[in-house]
Protein backbone atom coordinates (compact mmCIF):
# COMPACT_ATOMS: atom_id res chain seq x y z
CA UNK A 1 0.00 0.00 0.00
CA UNK A 2 0.96 3.46 -0.99
CA UNK A 3 -0.29 6.84 0.25
CA UNK A 4 1.20 10.13 -0.84
CA UNK A 5 1.94 13.23 1.56
CA UNK A 6 3.28 17.08 0.80
CA UNK A 7 6.27 17.86 2.39
CA UNK A 8 4.19 20.73 4.98
CA UNK A 9 1.12 18.29 5.45
CA UNK A 10 4.33 15.66 6.71
CA UNK A 11 6.12 18.35 8.85
CA UNK A 12 3.16 19.12 10.83
CA UNK A 13 1.86 15.60 11.30
CA UNK A 14 5.31 13.46 11.80
CA UNK A 15 3.85 11.16 14.12
CA UNK A 16 0.82 10.02 12.39
CA UNK A 17 2.78 9.65 9.17
CA UNK A 18 5.42 7.78 11.15
CA UNK A 19 2.89 5.50 12.88
CA UNK A 20 1.90 4.40 9.10
CA UNK A 21 5.20 3.28 8.17
CA UNK A 22 5.70 1.58 11.07
CA UNK A 23 2.61 -0.13 10.10
CA UNK A 24 3.80 -1.34 6.92
CA UNK A 25 2.94 1.42 4.49
CA UNK A 26 4.97 3.23 2.00
CA UNK A 27 4.86 7.25 1.73
CA UNK A 28 5.96 9.23 -1.27
CA UNK A 29 6.86 12.84 0.03
CA UNK A 30 5.68 15.31 -2.57
CA UNK A 31 6.58 19.26 -3.06
CA UNK A 32 5.13 21.34 -5.14
CA UNK A 33 3.13 18.24 -6.43
CA UNK A 34 6.49 16.61 -7.66
CA UNK A 35 8.03 13.27 -5.68
CA UNK A 36 10.68 13.94 -3.64
CA UNK A 37 11.37 11.03 -1.05
CA UNK A 38 9.60 7.91 -0.44
CA UNK A 39 9.24 6.68 2.88
CA UNK A 40 9.74 2.86 3.37
CA UNK A 41 9.03 0.59 6.87
CA UNK A 42 12.71 -0.22 8.26
CA UNK A 43 13.25 -3.77 7.12
CA UNK A 44 14.76 -6.00 4.52
CA UNK A 45 11.43 -7.01 2.87
CA UNK A 46 10.48 -3.12 2.44
CA UNK A 47 13.53 -2.96 0.54
CA UNK A 48 13.83 -6.47 -1.33
CA UNK A 49 10.03 -5.14 -2.51
CA UNK A 50 11.08 -1.71 -3.81
CA UNK A 51 14.11 -2.95 -6.05
CA UNK A 52 11.64 -5.58 -7.24
CA UNK A 53 9.53 -2.65 -8.32
CA UNK A 54 12.19 -1.04 -9.86
CA UNK A 55 14.32 -3.75 -11.31
CA UNK A 56 16.91 -3.74 -8.64
CA UNK A 57 18.99 -5.87 -6.67
CA UNK A 58 19.73 -5.37 -2.38
CA UNK A 59 23.09 -6.12 -1.48
CA UNK A 60 23.70 -8.96 0.40
CA UNK A 61 27.21 -8.01 1.46
CA UNK A 62 28.68 -4.89 2.83
CA UNK A 63 29.12 -2.16 -0.08
CA UNK A 64 32.35 -1.67 1.09
CA UNK A 65 33.48 -5.26 0.25
CA UNK A 66 31.87 -5.26 -3.16
CA UNK A 67 33.60 -2.44 -3.35
CA UNK A 68 37.01 -4.04 -2.60
CA UNK A 69 36.75 -6.61 -5.32
CA UNK A 70 36.29 -4.07 -8.34
CA UNK A 71 38.82 -2.94 -10.49
CA UNK A 72 39.36 0.17 -10.42
CA UNK A 73 38.97 1.34 -13.91
CA UNK A 74 41.91 1.84 -16.63
CA UNK A 75 43.05 5.33 -17.31
CA UNK A 76 43.46 6.51 -20.41
CA UNK A 77 46.61 8.28 -21.52
CA UNK A 78 46.65 11.57 -23.31
CA UNK A 79 43.87 12.89 -25.01
CA UNK A 80 40.38 12.12 -25.44
CA UNK A 81 41.46 11.07 -29.11
CA UNK A 82 43.24 8.69 -27.56
CA UNK A 83 40.74 7.51 -25.07
CA UNK A 84 38.37 6.55 -27.85
CA UNK A 85 40.59 5.06 -30.27
CA UNK A 86 41.47 2.59 -27.21
CA UNK A 87 37.96 2.46 -26.27
CA UNK A 88 37.09 1.02 -30.04
CA UNK A 89 40.05 -1.02 -30.24
CA UNK A 90 38.32 -3.13 -27.10
CA UNK A 91 35.23 -3.04 -28.86
CA UNK A 92 36.95 -4.05 -32.09
CA UNK A 93 37.98 -7.34 -30.04
Known amino acids: MC ?3 GVRELRQNLSKYLDR ?4 EDLVVTEHGREVARLVPL ?3 AYAD ?3 QFGASVP ?3 LEAIAARLSPPRAAAGTTDAYLAEA ?3 RAR
Open 21 to 24: VKAG
Open 43 to 45: GAD
Open 88 to 90: RED
Open 60 to 62: VEP
Open 3 to 5: GTV
Open 50 to 52: LAA
